[in-house]
């Protein structure tokens, strides 16, 4: 009566070709782990940045005229109609930590928000804000990690 049983040859080329796509899953392995932590990094940025455009829209209207005011959490100053323009080269800069606080230096941020801000020049125009988020909050603009870009219109009347 004859065995039927696998050579150790097959058992080997078997062994080979399996070793080989494990090497490759463990492989892209790092890839997947880093994608996963800018998605994470993004999309807290994002979540940030909708709570900086709600504090903005949450300011009080200034009158016609009127002293710039402040956003009540993050303390960014809305110029009044016919305000002063934040020049391109040089934003408001605002630290905030992870949590969401703002703070007084770079050391203790994780985020660094730059603020342009153009004012209209009459009341029944809307001031165009530019808010870009980075991070690390210490890194130069062309070292950061990350950022998120964005430019909103707030309707002051």
Known sequence: MK???FSLVEVTAALGIASFCIIAVFGLLPTG???NKAAIEQTAATNLLTAI?????AAPNTAPGGTAQASPQFGIEIPAAGGT??????????????DGRVVSDAAAARY?????MTPPSTTREATLV????????SAAADKAAG????VIALNRN
Do not use: M
């Not at 660094?112 to 342009?116: A, I, M, T, Y």
């Not at 950022?147 to 964005?150: C, H």
């Open 3 to 5: 065995t039927r049983a």
């Open 33 to 35: 782990l880093n994608s």
């Open 53 to 57: 455009d709600a504090d903005l829209r």
């Open 85 to 98: 323009t934040t020049p391109q080269g040089n934003p408001v800069k605002v630290f905030v930590a992870e």
């Open 112 to 116: 660094l928000l730059s603020v342009w």
């Open 130 to 137: 530019r808010l870009l988020l980075s991070w690390p909050a």
């Open 147 to 150: 950022s998120v870009d964005t």
